[in-house]
């Protein structure tokens, strides 16, 4: 890559003893148009990229699906055990106190 030279067109002293550089517009833009054609990255390079960031992507959803499942199968647990200590109750022999320390040991 060429070093980009940026020609002074004069300069001034302002009021406080700063100097003040007047750049030619024409050349810096041209000088910043052949900069990001430098950087621009290949074809090859995009198609890299954009290759990587799929894989993560998929990585990220496979993980996401994975911890929805297990969730799902905790959520189905736990309405079961709901299910089960409604049906003691209903049919009178459900003793709360020990139910609830049973539930407590269960479900931790």
Known sequence: MDIIVI???????????????????TKLEEAFLEY????KPSPELI??????VMQKWKYIISQQEKEQER?????????AE????LDRYDRGDYD???ENDRLKMKLW
């Open 7 to 25: 020609m002074v067109v004069g300069g001034r002293q302002g009021r406080s003893g700063e100097d003040h550089i007047h750049l030619s517009s």
């Open 36 to 39: 990001l054609e430098a950087i």
């Open 47 to 52: 198609k890299l990229f954009r290759y990587k």
């Open 71 to 79: 969730i799902s199968e905790r959520l189905e647990a736990i309405e």
């Open 82 to 85: 709901v299910d089960k200590v």
């Open 96 to 98: 709360e106190e020990r």
